[in-house]
């Protein structure tokens, strides 16, 4: 199944890592300090506050920002993380040199390799993504 990194509704994939977990409504509840209601009314918010994000990707032992990542890698503008402050100025945040490809993304690029929607070169340039990373999937994912 491909994730729809378009689209994101967070409530219910929180809800399908619960079920694939198994964990039950009261484990929840003690988790969270909260009543059953509460955990219902998340499930059906497309987003949630980081706080509570982080919680709950603590608790279902998956990381529920890289989905967000993934937004960002396919659909923000293609400066993202290119804007410099000034020359003699450095940003105090985390600097990051690599993006996360997860099997999905990949799966993703090579398709529309693969249907000749975009070229190698367009794919390599529009997303960013260095042409020898490009090649290895390419070639690993034959």
Known sequence: MTADFKNIHLG????K???ECKIGTSRICNFFKCSE???IKMYHQEDLPVKILLQWSKLLEYDFFRIYSQHLILYAP??????????NKKSTLPQ???????KEIIDFML?????GEK????????YRIPKTTLYKWIDKYK
Do not use: G
């Open 37 to 39: 209601e509460d955990i």
């Open 78 to 87: 293609q400066n993202l993380n290119y804007r410099p402050l000034s020359k």
């Open 17 to 19: 890592r619960v079920t």
């Open 96 to 102: 990051f040199r690599k993006n996360i490809y997860t």
């Open 119 to 126: 070229t190698r070169n367009q794919v390599a340039e529009e």
């Open 111 to 115: 398709d529309l390799i693969k249907t």
């Open 12 to 15: 219910t994939l929180i809800r």
